[in-house]
T-cell receptor, first 111, second 114 residues
Framework: GQQVMQIPQYQHVQEGEDFTTYCNSS?????IQWYKQRPGGHPVFLIQ?????EVKKQKRLTFQFGEAKKNSSLHITATQTTDVGTYFC???????????FGKGTKLTVNP | NAGVTQTPKFRVLKTGQSMTLLCAQD?????MYWYRQDPGMGLRLIHY???????AKGEVPDGYNVSRLKKQNFLLGLESAAPSQTSVYFC?????????????FGPGTRLTVT
């Protein structure tokens, strides 16, 4: 079945440093979504990427979807303590109603 | 709007006991999902529903049953709880139409089976 691998599992940075998490799928995806889960909270939708090679920005966050639509990345510039949490990618294959989630990258930021 | 709500928030069960987790959404969403989240395992899909009266199995359905008798509610049942079912359970819902099927998550239910 479809698998979505996400690395790294953990990342600890100093405030102001950049952060990147990577997502790779075993199959071609129709779209990929990113979610953020704060400690003790629930996942919250950040963005969806649909097109091959698509790049979207949200303030300090940059999301990319690979040309082959099998990989994606989330880059945070100049991290802040408010960025702390676990970031999940989630891929959808074809017209499936289901998302397959990566295991997430837990980001901690040292002030 | 309350969004997605889950009851209860916490529960402790003994092995072999049964319980039902309730998920309710007030956004008129067609799709609803149950996930479990374990440390280091991400979110794994248990069961899902694409409309009232329909259900389907996800990645880890064994030991769970679901029902979607009303569009706004999605129930997850554990008939005979096992320690391996200790987890945090999240319900989510989404629209079926449109290009963006973002999922809205409830606050979660923390279940411990002893």
């Amino acid at each position: 079945g479809q698998q979505v691998m996400q690395i790294p599992q953990y990342q600890h940075v100093q405030e102001g440093e950049d952060f990147t998490t990577y997502c790779n799928s075993s199959t071609t995806l129709s779209n990929i979504q990113w979610y953020k889960q704060r400690p003790g909270g629930h996942p919250v939708f950040l963005i969806q990427l649909v097109k091959s090679g698509e790049v979207k920005k949200q303030k300090r966050l940059t999301f990319q979807f690979g040309e082959a639509k099998k990989n994606s990345s989330l880059h945070i510039t100049a991290t802040q303590t408010t960025d702390v949490g676990t970031y999940f990618c989630a891929g959808r294959q074809g017209g499936s109603e289901k998302l397959v989630f990566g295991k997430g990258t837990k980001l901690t930021v040292n002030p | 709007n309350a969004g997605v709500t889950q009851t209860p928030k916490f529960r402790v069960l003994k092995t072999g006991q049964s319980m039902t987790l309730l998920c309710a959404q007030d956004m008129n969403h067609e799709y609803m999902y149950w996930y479990r989240q374990d440390p280091g395992m991400g979110l794994r899909l248990i069961h899902y529903s694409v409309g009232e009266g329909t259900t389907a199995k996800g990645e880890v359905p064994d030991g769970y049953n679901v029902s979607r008798l009303k569009k706004q509610n999605f129930l997850l049942g554990l008939e005979s709880a096992a320690p391996s079912q200790t987890s945090v359970y999240f319900c989510a819902s989404s629209y079926s139409a449109g290009r963006v099927h973002e999922q809205y998550f409830g606050p979660g239910t923390r279940l411990t089976v002893t």
